[in-house]
């Protein structure tokens, strides 16, 4: 028999969403660790840096995330990067800044490492959502109302800032950092001295903040999932109904109860279908590959509104992405084993 593809999940590091790639680098060992077909290590990379490599799976519940996304400290990258050595592939369950970005796939790349999912540029843009909207709307995809505030026009006037988001949006708006997930440092704000304190906390997170009109009507997503074949199929759409807050927010994601997540949403045929080619659009238009999960809005009025495209979604058993596979029939451990041939199917 051939010898085992050795596996190495990456998780956790130095990013606001630490807990949450814990508890998805964890799930997606165990899950990977069940089959015979592969040899799976871990590595896992403290909130201070430190990379430590593991044959053993991490245990690990999501809690809030720090605001700081931290730079890496050199001397502990330099001292980790060995530890990739041991990878054929590598499977990446970051979240957020610190490995979904696009930085790290660029650091495999270099190495001649296969790594699931998206390639560098895709995952650049998909994390930045200003950079992101302005591609869906070039490929004809309805995005939110919004504008862009740059850290340097924050910086120079913050009543400038104020000014100009009411020249631009009705309230309520909802307010967020440029670059982030989560729904970290994502606030609604219906008035002027919520929109200070929205724009102080989305600061937090990210230099960069966007500040969008609030959409209203049925919150959605859709995962979509390539083939071996480089066919993208989508996976059936699902419906958030949030409990814990007035939106998607972190205890509504993360909270037991916090949501109802019904999959598959309860929409027309042609309702369905219009998601489905909307997030297979969103996967494109940014060049995606391998999966990725696309949050949009059906909207009172019946148009479908898209906010952000996930490059790593969530990797625990009950995540969405992994609901929905199940829903098509997918098991667990029969999608990140499809992920991780899909890495090893690349060309690089
Ligand atoms: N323009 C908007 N209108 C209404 N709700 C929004 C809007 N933007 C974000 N939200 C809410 O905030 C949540 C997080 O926003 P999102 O853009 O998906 O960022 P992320 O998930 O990366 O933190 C969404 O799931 C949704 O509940
Ligand atoms: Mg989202």
Not at 96 to 109: H, S, Y
Not at 118 to 126: E, R, T, V, Y
Not at 252 to 267: Q, R, T, V
Not at 305 to 312: A, M, P, Y
Request: charged share 20%.
């Amino acid at each position: 028999m051939a010898d085992k593809v050795r596996v190495v999940v990456m998780m956790g590091g130095p990013s606001s969403e630490h807990d949450v790639s814990m508890a998805s680098g964890a799930e997606v060992f165990k899950a990977l660790s069940r089959t015979d077909r592969f040899e799976v290590q871990a590595i896992m990379i403290s909130r201070e840096g430190q990379w430590n490599l593991s044959n053993q799976a991490p245990v690990a519940l999501p809690r809030p995330g720090e605001a700081a996304d931290r730079p890496m400290p050199k001397e502990q990258t330099i001292r980790g990067i060995p530890l990739l050595s041991e990878a054929d592939v590598v499977f990446l369950a970051f979240h957020g800044p610190f490995g979904e970005d696009g930085t790290l796939q660029g650091l495999l790349q270099t190495l001649s490492i296969p790594y699931t999912g998206s390639g560098p540029l895709a995952s650049a843009l998909a994390m930045n959502k200003v950079k992101a909207k302005e591609l869906y709307r070039y490929h004809g995809l309805t995005v939110p109302q919004g504008l862009a505030l740059p850290a340097k026009a924050i910086r120079a006037s913050l009543s400038n800032a104020v000014t100009a988001v009411e020249a631009n949006l009705p309230y309520p708006v909802v307010v967020k950092p440029n670059l982030g997930g989560s729904s970290l440092g994502v606030s609604i704000a219906d008035n002027v001295a919520q929109l200070h304190d929205a724009l102080a906390l989305a600061g937090r997170f990210d230099a960069d903040i966007l500040v969008e009109e609030k959409l209203s009507g049925r919150e959605l997503t859709c995962a979509v999932l390539e083939e071996l074949d480089g066919r993208v199929r989508p996976l059936p759409v699902i419906e958030i109904v949030p409990h814990r807050g007035t939106f998607f927010d972190f205890a509504s994601k993360y909270e037991d109860g916090g949501s109802d997540e019904i999959c598959p949403a309860d929409l027309t045929e042609e309702q369905s279908a219009a998601v489905q080619m909307m997030a297979i659009k969103a996967h494109e238009s940014l060049g995606c590959r391998g999966f990725s999960r696309s949050d949009l809005f059906l909207t009172e009025r019946g148009d479908l509104v898209i906010l952000e495209t996930n490059t790593i979604p969530g990797m625990t058993p009950n995540s969405l992405l992994p609901k929905a596979a199940r829903a098509a029939g997918m098991s667990f451990a029969d999608l990140v084993a499809h992920l991780v041939l899909l890495a090893l199917e690349q060309p690089r």
